[in-house]
C-alpha cells in the first residue's frame, strides 16, 4: 500500500520494539506491518537491529515503508536522538506505540531489587520517556495518537506471579488515563490494548523457559485452559486493535482500554 493510501495514509508512525524475540508475529513486528499496510510511514524502533529484519522484509512484501532505528527505549539522551532522526527523516510524528516491554517471573521475595527495578524501566518508564520526547512534536501541530502495549496481567491474575510486570502494565493503564485527559483538549490521544495470552515467539522462547522448563506444549495448553475462545490470539490481533486506536476511525475514543484476549478478562470461574 502507498502511504497515500489506507487508514493510515499520511501519517507517520513510531512503533517500539518493532522486532521480535523469534520468527512469526510478535505483537511489534506485527503492528509495524499493519501499519506500513494501511499507508504509514514506519520508524521502527528495536534495540537490536537485526530483530527487525524480518520486520522489514514484511514492510516491503506489503509494498509499505519502513525506516529502522536502533534505540534503547530506557536511555533518555538516546530517545531524544531518536525523535530528532524520526523527525528528519518523515519531517513529523504522527502516532506513537510503545510496545517494548516483557516479563520477569516473582512475587516480591523471588523477584530481586535489580529485577524489579529493570521490570519498572522497560515496562513503564519506557512509556513515560518515549512520550516525554514524542508528545512536545504532536503538541506542535495539536494532533496525535499514542497507543501504550500494556497487558491483561495489568488488572487480573494471569497464572503466575510476576509482581513486577503486573504493577508496572497496571501503571501503563493508568498513565494513559491520565495523560489521555490531560491532552484531550490539546488534540492528543492515548489508549492502551491489553492483549491476553497470545501464542507468539516471546511465549515459545522465553515464557516456556521460564515457566515450564522449556516445554511449551504444557505450557500452551495452561494458558489455551484460561481463555473462552477455543484458539490463542497473536501479535497480529493486537496490531489489529492497535491499528484503530492509532487511527483517526477512534477520533473520540481516548483514555481508553481495548482488550484483546478471547473473552478471557469477562471470565470469573
Ligand atoms: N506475547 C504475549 O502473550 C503478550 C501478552 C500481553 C502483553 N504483551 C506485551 O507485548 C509487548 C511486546 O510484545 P512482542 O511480541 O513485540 O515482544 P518481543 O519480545 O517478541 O519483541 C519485542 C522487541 O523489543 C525489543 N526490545 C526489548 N527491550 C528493548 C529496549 N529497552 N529498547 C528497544 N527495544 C527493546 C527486543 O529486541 C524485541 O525485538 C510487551 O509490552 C509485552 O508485555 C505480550
Redesign the pocket.
Known amino acids: 500500500m502507498k502511504h497515500t493510501e489506507g487508514r493510515l495514509a499520511g501519517k507517520v508512525a513510531i512503533v ?7 520468527p512469526g ?7 509495524a506491518v499493519r501499519f506500513a499496510q494501511e499507508g504509514a510511514r514506519v520508524f521502527a ?4 537491529l537485526s ?2 529484519d524480518d520486520t522489514l522484509a514484511l514492510v516491503r512484501e506489503a509494498g509499505g515503508e519502513a525506516a529502522p532505528y ?6 533518555s539522551k538516546a530517545i531524544a536522538k531518536l525523535v530528532a532522526a524520526c523527525v528528519e527523516t518523515y519531517g513529523t510524528i504522527d502516532i506513537l506505540v ?6 520477569a517471573r516473582g512475587g516480591p521475595i523471588a523477584l530481586s531489587e535489580e529485577d524489579w527495578d529493570s521490570q519498572i ?3 513503564l518508564k ?1 512509556v513515560f520517556l518515549m512520550c516525554k520526547y514524542v508528545m512536545p512534536v504532536m503538541e506542535a501541530k495539536g494532533s496525535g495518537s499514542i497507543v501504550n ?5 495489568g488488572i487480573r491474575w494471569t497464572g503466575s506471579a510476576a509482581v513486577g ?1 503486573a504493577a508496572a ?1 497496571a501503571g501503563v493503564i493508568q498513565f494513559g488515563r491520565v495523560v489521555g485527559v490531560e491532552y484531550a483538549s490539546k488534540g492528543i490521544r492515548v489508549n492502551s490494548v ?10 515459545d ?3 516456556a523457559r521460564d515457566q515450564s522448563g522449556g516445554d511449551i506444549q504444557t505450557l500452551l495448553k495452561r ?1 489455551q485452559a484460561r481463555i473462552p475462545m477455543p484458539f ?1 490470539g ?2 497480529r490481533d ?1 496490531a489489529n486493535a492497535a491499528l484503530f486506536l492509532a487511527s483517526d476511525e477512534a477520533r473520540f475514543v481516548t483514555g481508553a482500554e481495548i482488550l484483546v484476549d478471547g473473552g478471557m478478562s469477562a471470565r470469573c470461574d
Open positions: 517500539t520494539g518493532a522486532g521480535c524475540v523469534g508475529w510478535g505483537n511489534g513486528r506485527a503492528i524502533v528495536d534495540k537490536d530483530a527487525m536502533a534505540c534503547d527505549v530506557t536511555d510503545n510496545n517494548v516491554g516483557g516479563p524501566d522497560i515496562n519506557s502495549i500494556s497487558s491483561t496481567s510486570y502494565k491489553l492483549p491476553g495470552q497470545l501464542h507468539t515467539p516471546l511465549v522462547m522465553v515464557l494458558r490463542m497473536d501479535g493486537t
